[in-house]
């Protein structure tokens, strides 16, 4: 299969802001039967470099391979391991294949991560390098490091299951969300906050310090959509979002979905894959909001396969016919309790940026079957939004 076809098909692949027709070799390194290759690809306003192998297993073998020795030299640079030498580590399980980085299990209770675009890793590394997570992130054994950019990230498992298993139970059987499990979520979450800032207090700042990322934002999910689209009616709400008060500046988590929150059978949450990248406009309200975010988006992916499955059609023409989001009444009794505390309000913006993000990402990927039912889903949640809060 060549280069461009495996571009072509590959999930996590932008397609619509990188060309697979430009993609060329820039480096490589023979390993054990394996070839990575560093590969450019190029866009009409940006450029990416990606590590690429055969697939996920072979890529994840490979860069075991590296922890095995200090440095690497390649074709044309040199990989460096940050990290104590091992002996060969053995990949046991590819986790995940369709999201931008490869993870897996190695044999031993580690983690392995691979970021496929180079500079993907938004500082996450140095975060858990540095920062005292205690028992609430991921413990590193070490990276790999190439021309400064993270190549992979190998940490000690955090034990746990991702909080959708408890909400799936919930909402299938119809009871109630779990409210003692959501409230330990919250406190978790505060308290990594606190753990982030190291004693410094969260600066107060006008919400317009955010409107340079709102812009951005509309402008480049406006690009992925069609001319004509009635979606541009929703964006030019986005675009004019009331920027009057102000809001609490500090770090966050910066990635949270409903996988990257881990329960244990004791009820303890510890978080995964945080983001490192240090900016000066975010807020931990970022956090809830995404997790507001992720809630509805299950609530409405759930919902809208069963009442699918009633009616005996396919979900992803359910999802494009819908004009309000399902499952959005109990999603919302759910962020309740994760808010508690929190004036409502103070999430809108944040809420909103997340939403964008978010059909930022479907939208590079139009034309993939799940990227094109997600946006389905998403454009609807921010139809039911912008009617409530407008």
Request: net charge negative.
């Amino acid at each position: 299969m060549s280069l461009r076809e495996v571009l072509r098909r590959a999930p996590w692949f932008s397609r619509s802001t990188l060309d697979p027709g430009t993609a060329r070799v820039l480096d490589s390194l023979e390993i054990e039967g394996t070839t990575l290759r560093w590969v450019e690809v190029r866009g009409e306003h940006h450029a990416a470099t990606l590590v690429l192998a055969e697939d996920d297993a072979s890529l994840l073998r490979a860069l075991l391979m590296l922890t095995t020795r200090e440095f690497w030299p390649t074709k044309s640079s040199v990989v460096r391991w940050r990290g104590p030498v091992q002996s060969l580590l053995q990949l046991d399980e590819v986790l995940n294949t369709t999201a931008t980085n490869a993870v897996g299990r190695v044999a031993g209770d580690l983690m392995i991560k691979a970021y496929r675009v180079l500079g993907d890793d938004r500082g996450e590394p140095v975060l858990l390098s540095t920062v005292d997570g205690g028992d609430l992130l991921p413990v590193p054994l070490g990276y790999l490091e190439y021309e400064g950019s993270c190549l992979a990230l190998i940490t000690h498992v955090v034990q746990g299951v991702p909080l959708d298993h408890a909400l799936r139970e919930a909402l299938r059987s119809g009871t109630a969300p779990p409210a003692r499990l959501l409230r330990a979520v919250r406190e978790a979450l505060t308290a990594l906050h606190c753990r982030l800032a190291a004693g410094t207090e969260v600066k107060a700042m006008p919400l317009t310090e955010r409107l340079p990322e709102l812009e951005s934002l509309v402008r480049q999910v406006r690009g992925t959509l069609p001319p004509g689209s009635p979606r541009h009616e929703l964006l030019d709400q986005c675009a004019a979002f009331p920027l009057s008060a102000d809001y609490p500046a500090g770090p966050r988590h910066g990635d949270l979905h409903l996988g990257h929150v881990l329960v244990d059978s004791a009820r303890r949450v510890r978080f995964v894959d945080p983001d490192g990248q240090a900016l000066g406009t975010s807020s931990p309200l970022d956090d809830f909001a995404a997790l507001c975010r992720a809630v509805e988006c299950f609530a409405a992916d759930e919902e809208t396969d069963r009442a699918a499955r009633a009616l005996g059609v396919d979900k992803v023409d359910l999802a494009r016919s819908q004009e309000s989001a399902l499952g959005a009444e109990w999603a919302a009794e759910v962020t309740r309790e994760l808010t508690s505390g929190t004036e409502l309000n103070a999430v809108a913006l944040p809420y909103v940026l997340r939403t964008l993000h978010e059909l930022r990402y479907h939208g590079e990927r139009a034309g993939d079957p799940d990227a094109d039912y997600y946006a389905d889903l998403t454009w609807a949640s921010l139809a039911d939004f912008l009617k409530g809060f407008l």
